[in-house]
Protein backbone atom coordinates (compact mmCIF):
# COMPACT_ATOMS: atom_id res chain seq x y z
CA UNK A 1 0.00 0.00 0.00
CA UNK A 2 1.12 3.64 -0.79
CA UNK A 3 -0.34 6.69 1.25
CA UNK A 4 -1.20 9.54 -0.86
CA UNK A 5 -2.33 12.82 -0.21
CA UNK A 6 -4.36 14.43 -2.93
CA UNK A 7 -6.46 18.01 -2.98
CA UNK A 8 -10.21 17.06 -4.77
CA UNK A 9 -12.51 19.88 -5.61
CA UNK A 10 -10.89 22.24 -3.09
CA UNK A 11 -10.81 19.63 0.00
CA UNK A 12 -7.98 17.47 1.04
CA UNK A 13 -7.67 13.85 1.06
CA UNK A 14 -5.11 11.51 2.44
CA UNK A 15 -5.51 7.35 1.94
CA UNK A 16 -3.98 4.48 1.69
CA UNK A 17 -3.87 2.75 -1.93
CA UNK A 18 -2.75 -0.09 -3.66
CA UNK A 19 -0.65 1.12 -6.71
CA UNK A 20 -2.48 -0.89 -9.61
CA UNK A 21 -5.56 1.84 -8.08
CA UNK A 22 -7.08 3.68 -10.82
CA UNK A 23 -7.28 7.33 -9.99
CA UNK A 24 -10.72 6.94 -11.32
CA UNK A 25 -11.16 3.96 -8.95
CA UNK A 26 -9.76 5.76 -5.91
CA UNK A 27 -12.17 8.60 -6.64
CA UNK A 28 -15.93 6.93 -7.21
CA UNK A 29 -15.00 4.01 -4.22
CA UNK A 30 -12.56 5.72 -1.86
CA UNK A 31 -13.83 9.18 -1.46
CA UNK A 32 -17.57 8.80 -3.18
CA UNK A 33 -16.93 11.46 -6.42
CA UNK A 34 -19.08 9.13 -8.21
CA UNK A 35 -19.68 12.19 -10.86
CA UNK A 36 -17.10 11.03 -12.60
CA UNK A 37 -17.43 7.50 -14.92
CA UNK A 38 -16.09 5.07 -16.74
CA UNK A 39 -17.20 4.24 -19.72
CA UNK A 40 -14.01 1.64 -22.07
CA UNK A 41 -11.25 0.04 -21.19
CA UNK A 42 -9.21 1.38 -23.58
CA UNK A 43 -8.57 5.09 -22.72
CA UNK A 44 -10.63 6.07 -25.91
CA UNK A 45 -14.25 7.52 -24.64
CA UNK A 46 -13.20 10.58 -22.13
CA UNK A 47 -16.12 10.01 -19.97
CA UNK A 48 -13.78 9.68 -16.90
CA UNK A 49 -11.72 13.60 -17.56
CA UNK A 50 -11.03 14.99 -14.79
CA UNK A 51 -8.43 18.22 -13.90
CA UNK A 52 -5.33 17.34 -12.77
CA UNK A 53 -3.04 20.32 -11.69
CA UNK A 54 -5.53 22.37 -14.00
CA UNK A 55 -5.43 20.42 -17.25
CA UNK A 56 -7.47 17.68 -18.87
CA UNK A 57 -6.28 14.39 -18.00
CA UNK A 58 -8.31 10.54 -18.36
CA UNK A 59 -8.74 9.08 -14.86
CA UNK A 60 -8.75 6.06 -16.05
CA UNK A 61 -5.37 6.34 -17.46
CA UNK A 62 -3.50 7.60 -14.22
CA UNK A 63 -2.65 5.54 -11.14
CA UNK A 64 -3.82 7.23 -7.91
CA UNK A 65 -0.53 6.76 -6.27
CA UNK A 66 0.46 9.48 -9.76
CA UNK A 67 -1.79 12.33 -8.17
CA UNK A 68 0.17 12.47 -4.79
CA UNK A 69 0.47 15.76 -3.94
CA UNK A 70 -1.89 17.32 -6.73
CA UNK A 71 -4.44 18.74 -7.27
CA UNK A 72 -7.75 17.41 -8.76
CA UNK A 73 -11.14 19.13 -9.77
CA UNK A 74 -13.75 16.62 -10.94
CA UNK A 75 -17.11 17.38 -12.26
CA UNK A 76 -18.22 18.10 -8.64
CA UNK A 77 -16.41 20.70 -7.91
CA UNK A 78 -17.15 23.03 -10.87
CA UNK A 79 -20.25 24.98 -9.21
CA UNK A 80 -19.66 27.43 -6.70
CA UNK A 81 -22.22 26.32 -4.24
CA UNK A 82 -25.49 26.77 -6.37
CA UNK A 83 -24.17 28.91 -8.80
CA UNK A 84 -23.37 26.94 -11.87
CA UNK A 85 -20.38 26.80 -13.70
CA UNK A 86 -20.65 28.39 -17.04
CA UNK A 87 -20.05 25.12 -18.91
CA UNK A 88 -22.73 23.66 -17.04
CA UNK A 89 -25.06 26.53 -17.64
CA UNK A 90 -24.39 26.37 -21.23
CA UNK A 91 -24.80 22.14 -21.57
CA UNK A 92 -28.27 22.82 -20.08
CA UNK A 93 -29.34 25.91 -22.16
CA UNK A 94 -28.34 24.11 -25.40
CA UNK A 95 -29.51 20.99 -24.36
CA UNK A 96 -25.90 19.63 -24.89
CA UNK A 97 -26.82 15.80 -23.51
CA UNK A 98 -29.62 13.37 -23.76
CA UNK A 99 -28.65 10.14 -21.46
CA UNK A 100 -25.57 12.47 -19.79
CA UNK A 101 -23.32 9.42 -19.27
CA UNK A 102 -20.30 11.47 -21.60
CA UNK A 103 -21.82 14.90 -20.08
CA UNK A 104 -19.38 14.37 -16.80
CA UNK A 105 -16.16 14.11 -19.08
CA UNK A 106 -17.42 16.69 -21.82
CA UNK A 107 -18.06 19.21 -19.47
CA UNK A 108 -14.63 19.00 -18.20
CA UNK A 109 -12.74 18.48 -21.36
CA UNK A 110 -14.78 21.75 -22.26
CA UNK A 111 -13.57 23.55 -19.38
CA UNK A 112 -10.10 22.91 -20.22
CA UNK A 113 -10.58 23.44 -23.96
CA UNK A 114 -11.64 27.51 -22.83
CA UNK A 115 -9.41 27.85 -20.45
CA UNK A 116 -6.26 27.80 -22.94
CA UNK A 117 -8.76 28.93 -25.71
CA UNK A 118 -11.43 30.96 -24.70
CA UNK A 119 -12.77 32.05 -28.14
CA UNK A 120 -12.60 28.54 -29.96
CA UNK A 121 -13.99 27.91 -33.65
CA UNK A 122 -16.49 25.36 -34.67
CA UNK A 123 -13.60 23.23 -36.04
CA UNK A 124 -11.54 23.70 -32.52
CA UNK A 125 -14.51 22.80 -30.49
CA UNK A 126 -14.53 19.69 -32.12
CA UNK A 127 -10.88 19.55 -32.74
CA UNK A 128 -10.61 20.53 -28.44
CA UNK A 129 -13.26 17.37 -27.93
CA UNK A 130 -11.82 14.76 -30.32
CA UNK A 131 -10.93 12.34 -27.18
CA UNK A 132 -14.74 12.55 -25.58
CA UNK A 133 -16.92 10.33 -27.59
CA UNK A 134 -20.76 10.93 -26.84
CA UNK A 135 -22.79 7.88 -28.15
CA UNK A 136 -26.36 10.11 -28.34
CA UNK A 137 -26.14 13.47 -29.61
CA UNK A 138 -24.50 13.45 -32.84
CA UNK A 139 -22.14 16.49 -31.25
CA UNK A 140 -23.80 19.04 -32.53
CA UNK A 141 -25.35 20.33 -29.43
CA UNK A 142 -22.06 19.47 -27.82
CA UNK A 143 -20.42 22.05 -29.65
CA UNK A 144 -23.46 24.66 -29.62
CA UNK A 145 -22.98 24.37 -25.84
CA UNK A 146 -19.44 24.97 -25.51
CA UNK A 147 -19.71 27.78 -28.13
CA UNK A 148 -22.58 29.16 -25.99
CA UNK A 149 -20.43 28.63 -22.44
CA UNK A 150 -17.47 30.61 -24.36
CA UNK A 151 -19.64 33.68 -24.93
CA UNK A 152 -21.51 33.59 -21.44
CA UNK A 153 -17.48 33.88 -19.79
CA UNK A 154 -16.23 36.29 -22.37
CA UNK A 155 -19.79 37.93 -20.98
CA UNK A 156 -19.70 38.32 -17.72
CA UNK A 157 -16.68 37.99 -14.78
CA UNK A 158 -14.96 34.78 -15.81
CA UNK A 159 -15.85 32.34 -12.84
CA UNK A 160 -14.73 28.87 -11.71
CA UNK A 161 -13.01 28.20 -14.85
CA UNK A 162 -9.37 27.09 -14.38
CA UNK B 1 -10.45 -3.58 -15.90
CA UNK B 2 -7.87 -3.44 -13.47
CA UNK B 3 -4.28 -4.43 -13.83
CA UNK B 4 -1.91 -7.01 -11.82
CA UNK B 5 -0.84 -5.87 -8.39
CA UNK B 6 2.48 -4.73 -8.75
CA UNK B 7 5.07 -2.26 -6.90
CA UNK B 8 5.85 1.08 -7.50
CA UNK B 9 8.75 3.53 -7.34
CA UNK B 10 8.39 7.11 -7.62
CA UNK B 11 11.94 8.04 -9.06
CA UNK B 12 13.60 11.57 -8.29
CA UNK B 13 17.04 10.97 -10.06
CA UNK B 14 18.08 9.02 -13.52
CA UNK B 15 21.10 6.92 -10.72
CA UNK B 16 17.47 5.89 -8.25
CA UNK B 17 15.61 4.83 -11.13
CA UNK B 18 18.20 2.63 -12.59
CA UNK B 19 18.64 1.18 -9.18
CA UNK B 20 14.84 0.33 -9.19
CA UNK B 21 14.82 -1.17 -12.66
CA UNK B 22 17.74 -3.43 -11.76
CA UNK B 23 16.17 -4.40 -7.97
CA UNK B 24 12.77 -5.04 -9.59
CA UNK B 25 14.73 -7.87 -12.11
CA UNK B 26 13.25 -8.79 -15.36
CA UNK B 27 9.67 -7.31 -14.35
CA UNK B 28 10.42 -4.09 -13.54
CA UNK B 29 8.82 -1.45 -16.43
CA UNK B 30 9.44 2.30 -16.37
CA UNK B 31 6.09 4.15 -16.67
CA UNK B 32 6.50 8.03 -17.84
CA UNK B 33 3.26 9.18 -19.32
CA UNK B 34 1.31 5.92 -18.79
CA UNK B 35 -0.60 6.21 -21.82
CA UNK B 36 0.34 3.58 -23.69
CA UNK B 37 1.53 1.41 -20.81
CA UNK B 38 -1.54 1.64 -18.37
CA UNK B 39 -4.60 0.51 -21.25
CA UNK B 40 -1.74 -2.35 -21.61
CA UNK B 41 -2.08 -2.88 -17.81
CA UNK B 42 -5.82 -2.79 -17.72
CA UNK B 43 -6.63 -5.42 -20.93
CA UNK B 44 -3.36 -7.41 -18.56
CA UNK B 45 -1.26 -7.88 -21.76
CA UNK B 46 1.65 -7.19 -19.37
CA UNK B 47 2.14 -7.92 -15.96
CA UNK B 48 4.96 -6.04 -14.14
CA UNK B 49 6.07 -6.98 -10.95
CA UNK B 50 7.25 -3.18 -10.25
CA UNK B 51 6.97 0.16 -12.39
CA UNK B 52 9.59 2.45 -11.51
CA UNK B 53 7.58 6.04 -12.63
CA UNK B 54 9.98 8.30 -14.52
CA UNK B 55 7.92 10.91 -14.97
CA UNK B 56 8.64 13.40 -12.33
CA UNK B 57 13.00 13.56 -13.00
CA UNK B 58 13.55 16.88 -12.88
CA UNK B 59 16.52 16.14 -15.80
CA UNK B 60 14.08 14.06 -17.88
CA UNK B 61 11.77 17.52 -18.02
CA UNK B 62 11.69 20.59 -20.43
CA UNK B 63 13.32 21.47 -23.69
CA UNK B 64 16.84 23.18 -23.60
CA UNK B 65 19.02 25.04 -26.17
CA UNK B 66 22.25 23.56 -27.24
CA UNK B 67 23.37 26.25 -29.82
CA UNK B 68 23.44 24.12 -32.92
CA UNK B 69 20.39 21.79 -31.76
CA UNK B 70 17.96 21.55 -29.00
CA UNK B 71 17.52 18.93 -26.63
CA UNK B 72 14.48 17.86 -25.02
CA UNK B 73 14.02 15.93 -21.87
CA UNK B 74 12.14 12.50 -22.70
CA UNK B 75 9.78 12.91 -19.94
CA UNK B 76 8.42 15.98 -21.37
CA UNK B 77 4.88 15.65 -22.09
CA UNK B 78 3.26 15.41 -25.80
CA UNK B 79 1.34 19.15 -24.61
CA UNK B 80 4.64 20.45 -23.24
CA UNK B 81 6.62 19.37 -26.51
CA UNK B 82 4.15 21.20 -29.38
CA UNK B 83 3.94 23.87 -27.06
CA UNK B 84 7.26 25.03 -26.69
CA UNK B 85 8.82 27.76 -27.99
CA UNK B 86 12.53 25.78 -28.74
CA UNK B 87 10.67 22.85 -30.70
CA UNK B 88 8.21 25.24 -32.64
CA UNK B 89 10.96 27.22 -33.64
CA UNK B 90 14.13 24.81 -34.51
CA UNK B 91 12.15 21.61 -35.31
CA UNK B 92 8.68 22.61 -35.63
CA UNK B 93 8.09 18.94 -37.72
CA UNK B 94 7.92 17.27 -34.19
CA UNK B 95 5.38 20.04 -33.01
CA UNK B 96 3.58 19.13 -35.95
CA UNK B 97 3.68 15.52 -35.77
CA UNK B 98 3.36 15.58 -31.38
CA UNK B 99 0.04 17.88 -32.27
CA UNK B 100 -1.95 15.13 -34.23
CA UNK B 101 -1.07 12.37 -31.37
CA UNK B 102 -4.64 11.36 -30.05
CA UNK B 103 -6.14 14.04 -28.13
CA UNK B 104 -5.72 16.54 -25.33
CA UNK B 105 -6.15 14.86 -22.38
CA UNK B 106 -3.63 11.96 -23.38
CA UNK B 107 -1.46 14.48 -24.76
CA UNK B 108 -1.25 16.40 -21.40
CA UNK B 109 0.05 13.10 -19.92
CA UNK B 110 1.61 11.14 -22.36
CA UNK B 111 5.41 11.58 -23.19
CA UNK B 112 7.67 12.44 -26.01
CA UNK B 113 9.93 10.13 -25.24
CA UNK B 114 7.95 6.96 -24.01
CA UNK B 115 6.27 7.24 -27.21
CA UNK B 116 9.57 7.04 -29.14
CA UNK B 117 10.66 4.09 -26.40
CA UNK B 118 6.96 2.71 -26.83
CA UNK B 119 8.31 2.34 -30.78
CA UNK B 120 4.77 1.30 -32.31
CA UNK B 121 5.12 1.29 -35.81
CA UNK B 122 1.77 3.35 -35.88
CA UNK B 123 2.99 5.97 -33.85
CA UNK B 124 3.78 9.75 -35.38
CA UNK B 125 6.75 10.75 -33.50
CA UNK B 126 9.45 8.40 -34.68
CA UNK B 127 9.41 9.31 -38.10
CA UNK B 128 9.13 12.70 -37.24
CA UNK B 129 12.51 12.22 -35.30
CA UNK B 130 14.21 10.31 -38.06
CA UNK B 131 12.98 13.14 -40.58
CA UNK B 132 15.15 15.67 -37.98
CA UNK B 133 17.83 13.69 -37.90
CA UNK B 134 17.39 12.77 -33.74
CA UNK B 135 19.97 11.46 -31.57
CA UNK B 136 19.23 9.88 -28.24
CA UNK B 137 20.99 9.73 -24.65
CA UNK B 138 20.23 6.25 -22.84
CA UNK B 139 21.07 5.68 -19.28
CA UNK B 140 22.21 2.53 -18.43
CA UNK B 141 24.17 0.57 -15.70
CA UNK B 142 27.37 0.97 -17.64
CA UNK B 143 27.11 4.93 -17.92
CA UNK B 144 25.60 6.41 -20.49
CA UNK B 145 25.86 6.15 -24.77
CA UNK B 146 24.31 8.28 -27.37
CA UNK B 147 22.50 6.02 -30.38
CA UNK B 148 21.79 7.81 -33.91
CA UNK B 149 18.28 7.88 -35.23
CA UNK B 150 18.97 5.09 -37.82
CA UNK B 151 20.15 2.75 -35.30
CA UNK B 152 17.52 3.65 -33.13
CA UNK B 153 14.87 2.07 -34.04
CA UNK B 154 15.09 -1.80 -34.27
CA UNK B 155 11.51 -3.67 -34.92
CA UNK B 156 8.26 -3.86 -33.67
CA UNK B 157 7.81 -2.07 -30.02
CA UNK B 158 11.85 -2.48 -30.07
CA UNK B 159 14.46 0.08 -29.78
CA UNK B 160 18.39 0.49 -28.72
CA UNK B 161 16.67 1.03 -25.19
CA UNK B 162 17.60 -2.05 -23.34
CA UNK B 163 15.06 -3.38 -20.40
CA UNK B 164 17.41 -2.01 -17.61
CA UNK B 165 18.16 1.57 -19.40
CA UNK B 166 16.38 4.53 -19.75
CA UNK B 167 15.92 7.43 -22.41
CA UNK B 168 16.90 10.42 -20.87
CA UNK B 169 16.51 12.95 -23.51
CA UNK B 170 16.82 13.14 -27.48
CA UNK B 171 18.42 16.04 -29.06
CA UNK B 172 17.62 17.68 -32.53
CA UNK B 173 19.81 19.59 -34.93
CA UNK B 174 18.30 22.64 -35.82
CA UNK B 175 16.31 23.24 -38.71
CA UNK B 176 14.54 25.98 -40.46
CA UNK B 177 13.51 24.39 -43.16
CA UNK B 178 10.29 23.69 -44.60
CA UNK B 179 7.99 20.99 -42.91
CA UNK B 180 4.62 19.17 -42.62
CA UNK B 181 3.28 15.86 -41.22
CA UNK B 182 0.90 14.36 -42.76
CA UNK B 183 -1.30 11.84 -41.35
CA UNK B 184 -4.08 9.97 -42.94
CA UNK B 185 -6.65 8.59 -40.91
CA UNK B 186 -10.36 7.74 -40.50
CA UNK B 187 -11.68 9.32 -37.41
CA UNK B 188 -10.90 11.79 -34.71
CA UNK B 189 -8.43 10.68 -32.48
CA UNK B 190 -6.97 7.58 -34.20
CA UNK B 191 -4.03 6.22 -34.92
CA UNK B 192 -1.84 6.93 -38.50
CA UNK B 193 -2.97 4.43 -41.06
CA UNK B 194 -0.14 5.64 -43.03
CA UNK B 195 1.42 9.35 -42.07
CA UNK B 196 4.53 11.37 -43.43
CA UNK B 197 6.96 13.60 -41.63
CA UNK B 198 8.97 15.90 -44.29
CA UNK B 199 11.47 18.51 -44.09
CA UNK B 200 12.65 20.13 -47.55
CA UNK B 201 15.01 22.88 -47.98
CA UNK B 202 14.15 24.40 -50.97
CA UNK B 203 16.31 27.00 -52.67
CA UNK B 204 15.23 29.81 -55.71
CA UNK B 205 11.95 27.82 -55.88
CA UNK B 206 14.43 24.22 -55.90
CA UNK B 207 14.65 21.33 -54.03
CA UNK B 208 17.44 21.03 -52.52
CA UNK B 209 17.55 18.64 -49.92
CA UNK B 210 14.99 16.30 -48.32
CA UNK B 211 14.45 14.08 -45.51
CA UNK B 212 10.91 12.09 -45.13
CA UNK B 213 9.94 9.81 -42.71
CA UNK B 214 7.71 7.25 -42.61
CA UNK B 215 4.69 6.29 -40.25
CA UNK B 216 3.40 2.54 -40.28
CA UNK B 217 5.17 1.34 -43.60
CA UNK B 218 7.37 -1.14 -41.62
CA UNK B 219 7.78 -2.80 -38.37
CA UNK B 220 9.77 0.53 -37.83
CA UNK B 221 9.21 4.22 -38.92
CA UNK B 222 11.56 4.35 -41.99
CA UNK B 223 13.28 7.33 -44.26
CA UNK B 224 11.88 6.95 -47.71
CA UNK B 225 15.35 7.60 -49.05
CA UNK B 226 14.87 7.03 -52.58
CA UNK B 227 12.39 10.03 -52.66
CA UNK B 228 14.54 12.00 -50.88
CA UNK B 229 17.29 11.50 -53.85
CA UNK B 230 14.68 11.73 -56.90
CA UNK B 231 13.54 15.17 -55.26
CA UNK B 232 16.69 16.77 -55.30
CA UNK B 233 16.38 19.31 -58.20
CA UNK B 234 12.53 19.70 -58.39
CA UNK B 235 10.59 22.55 -58.72
CA UNK B 236 7.31 21.77 -59.48
CA UNK B 237 4.28 20.03 -58.64
CA UNK B 238 4.97 17.26 -61.44
CA UNK B 239 8.17 16.73 -60.23
CA UNK B 240 6.98 15.74 -56.43
CA UNK B 241 4.78 13.76 -57.82
CA UNK B 242 6.72 11.46 -60.07
CA UNK B 243 9.86 11.30 -57.07
CA UNK B 244 6.91 10.46 -54.55
CA UNK B 245 5.89 7.38 -56.89
CA UNK B 246 8.90 5.73 -55.07
CA UNK B 247 7.94 6.29 -51.30
CA UNK B 248 6.63 2.46 -51.07
CA UNK B 249 10.28 1.21 -52.45
CA UNK B 250 11.51 -0.86 -50.00
CA UNK B 251 8.89 -0.39 -47.43
CA UNK B 252 7.25 -3.52 -45.63
CA UNK B 253 3.36 -2.38 -45.23
CA UNK B 254 1.32 -5.12 -43.66
CA UNK B 255 -2.66 -5.61 -43.66
CA UNK B 256 -4.54 -5.25 -40.79
CA UNK B 257 -8.30 -4.41 -40.43
CA UNK B 258 -7.60 -1.01 -40.77
CA UNK B 259 -5.90 -1.58 -44.21
CA UNK B 260 -4.85 -3.93 -47.02
CA UNK B 261 -0.69 -3.64 -48.09
CA UNK B 262 -1.32 -2.58 -51.28
CA UNK B 263 -3.41 0.62 -50.03
CA UNK B 264 -1.13 1.71 -47.38
CA UNK B 265 1.10 1.85 -50.52
CA UNK B 266 -0.75 3.77 -52.67
CA UNK B 267 -1.08 6.03 -49.27
CA UNK B 268 2.26 6.09 -48.94
CA UNK B 269 2.73 7.70 -52.49
CA UNK B 270 -0.20 9.89 -52.28
CA UNK B 271 0.55 11.67 -48.35
CA UNK B 272 4.15 11.92 -49.30
CA UNK B 273 3.79 14.09 -51.96
CA UNK B 274 1.50 16.42 -50.07
CA UNK B 275 3.60 16.70 -47.63
CA UNK B 276 6.60 17.50 -49.66
CA UNK B 277 4.18 19.98 -51.23
CA UNK B 278 3.04 21.41 -48.23
CA UNK B 279 6.59 21.67 -46.64
CA UNK B 280 8.24 23.51 -49.50
CA UNK B 281 5.27 25.56 -50.55
CA UNK B 282 6.23 24.03 -54.61
C1 LIG C 1 -6.53 6.45 -27.18
C2 LIG C 1 -5.06 6.65 -27.52
C3 LIG C 1 -4.73 7.16 -28.76
C4 LIG C 1 -3.39 7.36 -29.09
N1 LIG C 1 -3.11 7.87 -30.32
C5 LIG C 1 -1.82 8.07 -30.68
C6 LIG C 1 -1.50 8.59 -31.96
O1 LIG C 1 -2.37 8.92 -32.78
N2 LIG C 1 -0.19 8.74 -32.28
C7 LIG C 1 0.81 8.42 -31.39
O2 LIG C 1 1.98 8.60 -31.72
N3 LIG C 1 0.53 7.94 -30.17
C8 LIG C 1 -0.76 7.76 -29.79
N4 LIG C 1 -1.02 7.26 -28.54
C9 LIG C 1 0.10 6.88 -27.63
C10 LIG C 1 0.70 8.07 -26.92
O3 LIG C 1 1.53 8.78 -27.81
C11 LIG C 1 1.52 7.65 -25.70
O4 LIG C 1 1.59 8.76 -24.86
C12 LIG C 1 2.95 7.29 -25.96
O5 LIG C 1 2.97 6.27 -26.91
C13 LIG C 1 3.63 6.74 -24.74
O6 LIG C 1 4.15 7.74 -23.90
P1 LIG C 1 3.95 7.58 -22.34
O7 LIG C 1 4.81 8.59 -21.70
O8 LIG C 1 2.53 7.63 -22.02
O9 LIG C 1 4.60 6.15 -22.07
P2 LIG C 1 4.18 4.99 -21.06
O10 LIG C 1 2.83 4.50 -21.35
O11 LIG C 1 4.49 5.41 -19.68
O12 LIG C 1 5.26 3.90 -21.50
C14 LIG C 1 5.18 3.25 -22.76
C15 LIG C 1 6.32 2.25 -22.89
O13 LIG C 1 7.57 2.93 -23.04
C16 LIG C 1 8.45 2.63 -21.96
N5 LIG C 1 9.08 3.91 -21.56
C17 LIG C 1 8.40 5.08 -21.28
N6 LIG C 1 9.28 6.06 -21.03
C18 LIG C 1 10.54 5.51 -21.13
C19 LIG C 1 11.86 6.05 -21.00
N7 LIG C 1 12.07 7.33 -20.70
N8 LIG C 1 12.90 5.21 -21.19
C20 LIG C 1 12.68 3.90 -21.50
N9 LIG C 1 11.46 3.34 -21.66
C21 LIG C 1 10.40 4.15 -21.48
C22 LIG C 1 7.57 2.02 -20.87
O14 LIG C 1 8.29 1.09 -20.08
C23 LIG C 1 6.49 1.34 -21.67
O15 LIG C 1 6.91 0.09 -22.13
C24 LIG C 1 -2.36 7.06 -28.16
C25 LIG C 1 -2.69 6.56 -26.90
C26 LIG C 1 -4.03 6.34 -26.58
C27 LIG C 1 -4.37 5.79 -25.23
S1 LIG D 1 -13.11 5.46 -19.10
FE1 LIG D 1 -12.94 5.70 -21.26
S2 LIG D 1 -11.25 7.04 -21.41
FE2 LIG D 1 -11.38 6.74 -19.29
S1 LIG E 1 -25.42 12.04 -24.01
FE1 LIG E 1 -25.42 9.89 -24.05
S2 LIG E 1 -23.32 9.44 -24.43
FE2 LIG E 1 -23.41 11.56 -24.69
Same mark, same amino acid.
Given at each position: ?????????????????????????????????????????????????????????????????????????????????????????????????????????????????????????????????????????????????????????????????? | ?????????????????????????????????????????????????????????????????????????????????????????????????????????????? #???? =? +??? /????? &? $?? !? @? %????????????????????????????????????????????????????????????????????????????????????????????????? #???? =? +??? /????? &? $?? !? @? %???????????????????????????????????????
Amino acid at each position: MAHISVKVDGTSYQGEVEPRKLLVHWLREDIGRVGTVVGCDTSNCGACTVLLNGRSVKSCSVLAVQADGCEVTTIQGLADGNDWHPVQTAFKECHGLQCGYCTPGMVMAAVDLLSENPTPSESEIREGLEGNLCRCTGYHNIVKSVSYAADLMSAGPAKGAK | MIPVEFDYVKATSIDQALAALKSGGEDSKIISGGQSLLPVLRLRMAEPSVLVDCGGIDEMLGVRDDGDSITIGAATTHHGVMSNSLVQKHALLLAQATATVADPAIRHRG #TTGG =A +LAH /ADPAS &D $IP !A @A %ALALDTSFVIAGPGGRRTVAAKDFFLDYFTTAVGPDEILVSFSIPKCDWGSSYSKFNRTAQAWAIVGVAAVVNVQGGVIKEARIGLTNMAPTAVRAS #TVEA =A +LVG /ASSPA &D $IT !A @A %AMHAADGTRATSDLHAQADYREHLARVITARAVRAASGI
